[in-house]
């Protein structure tokens, strides 16, 4: 089972974003500009630090979603020692959210939640 949270604010504190990703290891940080969301990683980042400065990142990526024929970027950050999806993996979960998203009425706060099991394709050699 994997969650997305989709936060749809203009600004985003810190302690909300790191709340998120320890819970829910995905974030989608919808309406974000990139020079905003990079910081907020870097700040992010350094509150999961513990004391000796070692600890989990935030990684920051910018998906290309496809919402109701509308091209979206979706502003995401994962937890690194939590998400244990690959980068592919985690794009198809965010475009999955952010469809189920805007189809229930993109509220502010959103929990999306995918119950379909982990499969890799696995090319055959």
Same mark, same amino acid.
């Given at each position: ?6 936060? !749809?604010?203009? #600004?985003?504190? #810190?302690?909300?974003?790191? /709340? =998120? *990703? ?5 974030? #989608?940080?919808?309406? *974000? ?6 910081? *907020? ?10 004391? @000796?400065?070692?600890?989990? /990142? =935030? ?7 496809? #919402? =109701? ?11 690194? !020692?939590?998400? @244990? ?28 939640? @995918?119950? =379909? ?9």
């Amino acid at each position: 089972m994997h969650q997305v949270a989709v936060l !749809d604010h203009a #600004v985003i504190e #810190v302690s909300e974003l790191v /709340d =998120a *990703l320890k819970a829910h290891h995905v974030v #989608v940080m919808n309406s *974000l500009m990139r020079g905003q969301a990079r910081e *907020l990683k870097n700040k992010a980042t350094l509150a999961m630090r513990r004391w @000796n400065g070692e600890g989990p /990142d =935030a990684y920051y990526y910018e998906f290309e979603v496809k #919402v =109701a024929g509308d091209r979206w970027f979706a502003p995401t950050m994962t937890h690194s !020692d939590r998400n @244990n999806l690959n980068l592919f993996e985690t794009g198809k979960l965010v475009q999955r959210a952010m469809e189920v998203w805007v189809a229930r009425g993109s509220a502010l706060h959103f929990l999306y939640t @995918n119950t =379909a099991p982990r499969t890799l394709e696995v090319e055959a050699r």
